[in-house]
């Protein structure tokens, strides 16, 4: 059974996060991702212990919040547990005014199911941080 939970240090993250990314983040900074984030929901597998997926999001707490990540390991993908990761943290920060997430063009199906829309963004990315701020 898969169990959703608030993110806490120390829970044991599974291995293959951040699928094709060049140069992912190592397994400490990771957890410091999740910890250092406003809310983290994670997914975990109750045969392992592990998690599988998780969602993260940053805020100011009163007004607004971005979704930087969501994740599920791939051989757990296409159970409905992304969706769950989203369904919770959207729950979890319905008080608030904007939420805000950067997808695909894939994806944007995903997202609208969930009350999402489509907006114009931008962004920058600093790839030689993509590991992590050292
Ligand atoms: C996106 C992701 C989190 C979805 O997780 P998942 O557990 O497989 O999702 P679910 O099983 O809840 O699937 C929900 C629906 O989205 C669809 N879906 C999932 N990934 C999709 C993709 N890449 N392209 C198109 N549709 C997709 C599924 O077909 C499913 O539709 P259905 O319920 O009508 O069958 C997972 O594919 C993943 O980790 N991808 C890599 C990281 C990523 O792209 N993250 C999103 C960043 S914006």
């Known amino acids: 059974m898969i169990q959703f939970r608030r ?3 120390g829970m044991e993250l599974g291995d293959g996060f951040f699928e094709g990314w060049p140069h992912p983040p190592d397994k400490e900074t990771h957890e410091k991702i999740l910890e250092n984030s406003a809310l983290a929901i994670v997914a975990i597998d109750d045969e392992t212990g592990q998690v599988i997926g998780f969602v993260n999001a940053i805020s100011d707490g009163v007004h607004a919040a971005y979704i930087p990540l969501l994740e599920v390991l791939p051989s757990y993908r ?3 547990v992304g ?3 989203m369904e919770k943290i959207l729950h979890e920060l319905r008080d608030l ?4 997430l950067v997808c ?3 994806l944007v199906s995903f997202y609208k199911d969930m009350g999402m829309h489509p907006l114009r963004a931008m962004g920058k990315r600093n790839y030689e941080a993509q590991s992590g701020k050292k």
């Open 7 to 9: 993110f806490e240090k």
């Open 78 to 80: 296409g159970r409905g």
């Open 83 to 85: 969706r769950k990761l």
């Open 97 to 100: 005014y904007m939420i805000d």
């Open 104 to 106: 695909n063009e894939d």
